[in-house]
Nanobody, 115 residues
Framework: QVQLVESGGGLVQAGGSLRLSCAAS????????MGWYRQGPGKQRELAAI???????HYAASVTGRFTISRDNAKNTVYLQMNSLKPEDTAVYYC?????????WGRGAQVTVSS
C-alpha cells in the first residue's frame, strides 16, 4: 500500500506565499516522478509542477517563476513553494507519485487566494 499525505494548504491574500508538503509511505520503489496537480473551480485537473527521479523539474507556464518544486529523497517527500500567489491559483492541489508507471494520488489540499 502506498499512501500520500499532503499538508500546508490554506487561505492567503494575493501576493502571499504558501508551502505544500506531501509525504509518501508504504512500498516506495522505482520512483519515476513526484509532482503536484491542481483543479480549480469548474476546471479540469492540470499539472502544476513535477520533479523526476533525476531531480529535473518542470512547470506549467502559469506558475513558472513563482512556484518551486523540490524533493527530499530520504523522506520520500515532495514540496511545492508557492510565491506571488494569484486568485487564479485557487484550487485543490493533489500530490502525485509515479512508481514505475503506476500513479498514486493524495486526497488534496485546498489553496484559496483572496484578492
Amino acid at each position: 500500500q502506498v499512501q500520500l499525505v499532503e499538508s500546508g494548504g490554506g487561505l492567503v491574500q494575493a501576493g502571499g506565499s504558501l508551502r505544500l508538503s506531501c509525504a509518501a509511505s508504504g512500498s516506495i520503489f522505482s520512483i519515476v516522478s513526484m509532482g503536484w496537480y491542481r483543479q480549480g473551480p469548474g476546471k479540469q485537473r492540470e499539472l502544476a509542477a513535477i520533479i523526476t527521479s533525476a531531480s529535473s523539474a518542470h512547470y506549467a507556464a502559469s506558475v513558472t517563476g513563482r512556484f518551486t518544486i523540490s524533493r527530499d529523497n530520504a523522506k520520500n517527500t515532495v514540496y511545492l513553494q508557492m510565491n506571488s500567489l494569484k486568485p487564479e491559483d485557487t484550487a485543490v492541489y493533489y500530490c502525485n507519485l509515479n512508481l514505475a508507471g503506476k500513479h498514486y494520488w493524495g486526497r488534496g489540499a485546498q489553496v484559496t487566494v483572496s484578492s
